[in-house]
């Protein structure tokens, strides 16, 4: 794994690779001095095929964006034994449970085998405190942030409702907290942040259920093979 500092890039390099992150690529447009902010806390990583950049069970404030490669996601080792629970392909991004929670990673990520090196861009959250604390993170920034969230979880969430409509977690989703108030203020931050917990929440269980059901696969195969 080799970890880079932005600095090593030319500036021109690094607005063409936030130009592919919606969360970036926004606040270069509405917040770009918040945005040189939080780029004193990013960095790139280079992963070579196979090599993991997060732990099942590890604490973190990082979130990862991947800009080339792929990734696989293991409910716990990344051994060449383990099979992936799914993908992450370039554009998705990961890490933003464990924030948004505040809990342990819930799997384990690494750069797939077959692959070339993967690329990722690596922001540190930390700045961005409690929520209503804006002495360094703007509130713009935040709401940006948790809109870009509550979208990214909103997707893999529609992703597992296509596959399975009539699941329980699936119902669930229609439960969601929405905001009908002003946009813009603390109001819609706290909406948000309640939204993208919930919706986190429910994600995280259906990544839960289904580690568990790769286990179950595993077994069977496994008696199938010994009788």
């Not at 799997?107 to 002495?135: M, Q, W």
């Not at 699941?167 to 603390?186: I, T, Y």
């Amino acid at each position: 794994m080799k970890i880079k500092d932005l600095s090593d890039y030319k500036r021109v390099e690094v607005d063409g690779l936030m130009r592919r992150i919606p969360f970036f690529k926004e606040l270069q447009e509405q917040a770009p001095v918040q945005l040189e902010v939080l780029l004193g806390y990013s960095c790139i990583v280079e992963l070579e095929p196979g090599e993991t950049i997060m732990r099942r069970g590890d604490k973190g404030s990082w979130l990862y964006f991947l800009i080339k490669g792929r990734l696989s996601v293991f409910l716990d080792a990344a051994d060449e034994h383990s099979k992936p629970l799914n993908s992450i392909t370039p554009g998705e991004l990961f890490g933003d449970l464990a924030l948004i929670c505040n809990h342990e990673r819930k799997a384990t990520v690494a750069a797939e085998r077959s692959e070339k090196k993967a690329l990722l861009f690596a922001t540190d959250f930390k700045p961005f405190g409690e929520l209503l604390d804006f002495s360094k993170t703007g509130i713009e920034t935040k709401l940006i942030f948790y809109r870009t969230m509550v979208n990214s979880i909103r997707w893999r969430l529609e992703v597992n409702r296509i596959e399975n409509p009539e699941h329980a977690l699936a119902l669930e989703l229609r439960q969601a907290p929405l905001f009908n108030g002003d946009k813009g203020g603390e109001a819609e931050l706290q909406a948000l942040h309640e939204q993208a917990q919930f919706l986190a929440s429910i994600l995280d269980r259906w990544n839960s259920e289904i580690g568990k059901m790769e286990d179950i696969m595993v077994a069977e195969r496994a008696n199938k093979q010994t009788r």
